[in-house]
Every structure is written in C-alpha cells, then in structure tokens.
C-alpha cells in the first residue's frame, strides 16, 4: 500500500524556470513562493484579476469601474468593461493546428485556424438568419465533435447562450434541462458512436424538438449519415410512439446552416453577460441551471488553464470528456491559451483499455487529461503507456484518486507529473489543483488555485488546518454563477452554496488543508460515513476496497440518521470471473479493520450487477441511501441523469 503523502515526483530547476507560472511571477514582480504568491492574490483580489486581464491581453474594454464590489452572493465583476468569449478564443494564431478530432471508428478531422474562423463565421451568420441574437439561447444534442465547439463559437460572438446535452442522455433528461431555457435553436446529430456500436438518436431528437414550443429551428448533424450508418430523420417523421406533436419550427440541416459566408464579427457584452448554462445533475431533482459569465470564464480559463495545467501555445491539450460534462467547457479553453484541443467521441476502453493513452500518443498530446477512475482502471488492468514523448503532464478529476494511482503514474510515467485537479460544474475550474512548482506527493492535492481564497470549515464555521472539515470559499471568484436561470429573487441560487454560512460559499465536500496549504479531497460532505463519532469521506473507503482486483467498482453506504448509529452496507462490482466469497469478504473486512478502523467494517458486503453513476461518472450515493431508508426508487433519483439506472433495482430497503 502507498503512503499518503509519498513523493512521487519533484520538479528540477529548469523545470520551475521554464514554467508559465514562473514567468508571470517575475513579470508581477514578486516572489517565486507559491505561498505568498497565493495569500497576495487572494487578499488584493481587485490587483490579482486585473493582471490577469493585461498580462493575456484580454480582447475587449475593460471600462473605469472598480474591478470588485458587494459581497457574496451579490459579486460585480469589472463594472463598465465589455469582451466576448469568442472574440478572444479565436484570435488570429500562425501555424499549428486549431483542433483535431479523433472518433473511435478512426475518422479523423484537423483545422487550422483560419478554417475554424470561417465556419464560425459561416455558422454564426446561419443563426443569425434563424433569428438567434443576443440573449437567445441555443441548446445543443451533439458529442464531442468539431460542429459542437463551431456552433458554440458562433453562439457566443452573437451574444446568444449555450448550453448542452450529450446524445446519451435520456429525452426526459434533456427536456427537463432545455425547457427550463427556452431555446430558440436545437442543433442536433442523428446519432453517435460508442464502444464499437452506433446508436441512432434521430427519433430522441424529435422527441426532444417536440416538447420545446419555444423552437424556431431544429439543425440536423448528420454524424451517423455521413459514415454509411444512420440517416437525418425528415419533420413529418414521428417523435416518438408518446409524442403527440411534431417537431416546432422549420428543419434544417447543418451544410443548410452553414451555406452562406458572412464576416466573423464579434458582439462586446458586459462582463457578467452569460455565455453559457451548464446543469447540475439532476438526480435527485430538477437540474440547476448555472450560468456563467464570458468576462468570469474568460479570465478563471486563461488562469487556470496556463498557471495550473502549464498549457499554452503549442500545446495539444486533451481531456476525456462529453459535451455533458463541465470538462468540455474547460477542454476547448485551449483555444484562449493558442493550444491545440483535441476532440474524442468514443468510449475509453475501445477496442482495450488503453484507448486513451494511444490516442495521447498517436496525437502527440502535451498535457493529457481524465477522470481518476481511468488511471485506477489502468492500473488494474497492468496497463505500460508507451510513446508519449511529448507529455508534459497528467491530469486527474471527477473524484479523489487514491495514493496507488499517483505512485502507478510515477512508475510508469517517470518525469510526467500528475496533477489532481477538484473543483466542479458551478464554478468551471479547480479550486485545488496543482503547479509545476510543486511536489507531487501521493494522495495530496499540492495547492489551493490562486484566486481562490478556499478553507476548511469546523461545524462551528471556523477554520481548521490539518483537520477535516467543510470546503468553503470566503473570498468571491468570477467565475462564480452570474445566476441560476429562472431564480429572478436569487432563492434557488442562494439555498444551493449560501445557507449554511451566510456570505461563505459552502461546496459540499469534505476537504483537510496542511499546514503547507496542500489538500485532500475526502468526498461529498452529504455521503459522510460516521462511525461512533468518527467522520471518514467515502474516498479513503473505496481506496482499501479498490485495491483488491477482484473488486471492479463500490459503494458504501452508512444508514444512520442524527443521533442513531445504523448499518454500514458495502456494495461491490465484482471484475470479471471473480466471486464473492466468504475468503474475499473477510479479506476486505480484515483490510478495512486494519487500515481505517474496526467501526468501518461494514455489517454486510452485497455484489451487485453495477454502481449507479451520473452521466459524467460520480457514484449516487446520496440517492442509494435514500433508497436503502424507504425512498421509492422512482423518487430518490431521476434514472435519465444516470449511466445505468438499471442496477438501481438490486438495492433495497434495509
């Protein structure tokens, strides 16, 4: 078992002198200490942001207002300045390539900028022939491909808002996101591909198109069609057996869309302006609809992206994500930076596990990024990256990655450091992440992102150090929520982050700070295991479970409620051709007694077919427990915000 705490990789002088992060400190003229990098920018936030804005020489005007005024939740950014996403992603850039897409049937697609330039100006004066102006929102039901990230562009340079869903969200998922936004605009595909198949989605669209009146268009992407596979469906086709009405508003396919050149012009909006709704996940409830700021976005992106990843011009930038998921916001920052996105549509494990890795390969990826399940998977399947000799770095989201995921990256990939990375789809980016000034030690997160003024909060609301306790942001970010759409008086808005500390921003995970300002992430606050008065995240649970290969995936859950102890139910997903049996289930009960506590040996282990997990992966803890204590299935989570609502059939009342 590996150390927590364990150093894995260290950075040598021509590393931290070659750094981006290290550049700007010596262009701010301070010291090359993190630390006190850090303390300066979340004290003098007005200075911090506003170097931000001229050492990238933000596209737009940035107005004589004060940069920072009110209190949270009720933050205005840089009052009286104006800029545009689009603008400042698709400056003009010499040589290199603007994007690449890669499918996993092996089609492949490069463009340079100037083409990306024209089709963005192709599809933005297309929309503006819909109708779509500032203000007007346009969803879309698209994967990971080129014309996602075109027609967000467009999008953007109007002024209108984006927002949207991957193809293998369910119709009801989808309808309970888009008709909360009222898009004037769907773009669509007929379908998508996925671990070696093909599915057909032009009856789901329809569907879809049906239950929004707002609609003056639907675009038909024919992804499916233009691979020999699947067909853009016609309006007079039904929608669905349960559809009672047609598609709204007139059809039109995307070379329809894109059909007339027009100048690439770009509308300057107010620095709060929305530029995007994203959604919570929706499981156990009505998605949320977070919105975002291009002035927020633009500034949070260019930060994080070039302090935090090291990524800048030259770069090819990867990160396995959907359309989905908060990580496509952030993977197509690249092009604020100059780097190279790279686009996937596909499954992680196909045609083998190392997927993935070959296409970092292939690619020549610089810096290479998934969720920390894939690194655990990797490492289980006994996986030797091989190439990669343009890496630079790793890294790891989406939930904490044990301390044996860090030391197998190590071991495999010596010189390439890892960099976990937690934050979440209402801020879009890292409050904790990591530099290559750092150390990388097992299991910890090496810092706090600069900007982000984050500390742990006792029950009492005060902060400790080397203690576990609630994630709390005491200082505003711009890349907070301007708003939730549809919440005019701010109650939605402010009962989801502002009710437990007034004017604190609460996160809802359980986080330790170290007395160096390094971290580690132990889970969801609201999926506690407390065990006789001792609060453990599930993190370090899953971490001595995992371990076992005979172990694929699990979930725990204590049942416990204020002032009474109850049952501590283990869950597992066994890997292939392996059983429970009672030599396996004292082998995890012994683990756990030993390397966490005798109070977290669970009082039954039950194999089940699968963990339920949302769209973009995290396991449904909350839910299962409400399952466990006598919710109604149909009542504890939406099945169509899930991956597999099919195995939350095998977990009952206790």
Same mark, same amino acid.
């Given at each position: ?128 022939? *819909? ?17 996602? *990230? ?299 992102? *600069? ?103 699990? *979930? ?99």
């Amino acid at each position: 078992m590996v150390a927590e705490g364990e150093l894995v990789w260290e950075p040598s002088e021509e590393v931290v002198a070659s750094a981006r992060l290290s550049r700007y400190l010596e262009w701010l003229g301070r010291p090359a200490a993190y630390e006190d990098a850090w303390r300066w920018s979340v004290d003098h936030p007005e200075e911090f942001w506003t170097s931000i804005w001229d050492y990238f020489d933000v596209i737009g005007e940035r107005g004589d207002g004060p940069v920072v005024s009110g209190t949270m939740p009720g933050v205005t950014w840089f009052a009286g300045s104006s800029l545009n996403y689009a603008e400042n992603a698709l400056r003009p850039r010499d040589g290199g390539a603007a994007l690449v897409f890669v499918s996993e049937d092996g089609a492949r697609q490069e463009m340079t900028h100037a083409e990306l330039r024209e089709e963005v100006a192709r599809v933005r004066t297309g929309l503006r022939r *819909l109708g779509v102006g500032r203000g007007d929102r346009v969803a879309a039901y698209v994967p990971n491909i080129p014309q996602a *990230l075109i027609a967000f562009l467009a999008t953007a340079s109007l002024g209108a808002i984006w927002s949207a869903g991957s193809p293998d969200f369910g119709v009801p998922s989808v309808v309970d996101r888009f008709t909360q936004i009222e898009p004037k605009v769907l773009i669509a595909v007929d379908g998508y591909h996925y671990n070696g198949k093909s599915y057909d989605r032009s009856a789901a669209v329809n569907e879809i198109a049906a239950a929004l009146p707002s609609l003056r268009a639907t675009v038909w992407i024919p992804y499916l069609a233009a691979a020999g596979e699947g067909r853009a469906p016609q309006r007079a086709e039904p929608a669905s057996p349960h559809a009672t009405e047609p598609p709204h508003g007139e059809v039109i396919g995307w070379e329809g869309l894109r059909a007339e050149q027009g100048p690439l012009e770009f509308e300057r909006l107010p620095f709060d302006h929305p530029l995007w709704i994203l959604y919570s996940s929706g499981t156990t409830g009505l998605p949320k609809p977070i919105v975002h700021g291009h002035g927020g976005v633009v500034l949070e992106h260019l930060k994080s992206l070039t302090f935090h990843q090291d990524v800048g011009e030259g770069d090819v930038f990867f990160w396995y994500t959907t359309t989905g998921w908060m990580m496509w916001n952030y993977l197509i920052g690249a092009l604020l930076v100059g780097a190279t996105p790279v686009l996937y549509d596909g499954s992680a494990t196909h045609p083998s596990p190392a997927a993935l890795w070959r296409i970092a390969d292939s690619e020549d990826v610089t810096y290479f990024g998934v969720g920390a399940p894939y690194i655990m998977a990797s490492l289980k399947a006994g996986l030797r990256p091989e190439g990669l000799e343009k890496l630079r770095g790793v890294g790891s989201t989406g939930s904490p990655l044990p301390p044996e995921g860090f030391a197998w990256l190590a071991a495999e990939l010596p010189g390439v450091p890892l960099g976990s990375f937690s934050g979440g789809t209402d801020v879009c980016t890292g409050f904790v992440g990591a530099t290559m000034l750092h150390p990388v030690r097992a299991g910890i997160i090496p810092c706090r992102s *600069l900007g982000a003024k984050v500390e742990s909060y006792d029950p009492a609301g005060e902060p400790v150090t080397g203690e576990v306790g609630e994630l709390v942001v005491t200082r505003p970010m711009p890349s907070m929520p301007v708003m939730f759409w549809n919440d005019p008086s701010g109650e939605r808005y402010f009962g989801s982050y502002f009710d437990v500390y007034p004017g604190v921003w609460r996160h809802g995970d359980w986080i330790k700070i170290n007395e160096d300002g390094s971290c580690v992430i132990y889970g969801r606050s609201d999926s506690t295991l407390n065990r006789g008065g001792v609060r453990m995240g599930t993190s370090e649970f899953y971490r001595v479970v995992e371990r076992f290969e005979e172990i694929a995936d699990s *979930l725990v859950i204590d049942t416990g409620q204020l002032g009474q102890e109850g049952r501590l139910l283990l869950y597992v997903t066994l890997a292939e051709g392996a059983e429970l049996t009672e030599p396996l289930q004292r082998a995890l009960c012994d683990a756990l007694r030993t390397e966490l506590s005798p109070r977290h040996v669970p009082n039954e282990i039950h194999a089940v077919p699968g963990i339920p997990r949302t769209l973009s992966g995290k396991k449904l803890e909350v839910p299962v427990r409400k399952i466990l204590l006598g919710t109604p299935v149909e009542q504890a989570a939406n099945p169509d915000a899930m991956a597999n609502p099919e195995v939350l059939s095998h977990f009952r009342p206790v």
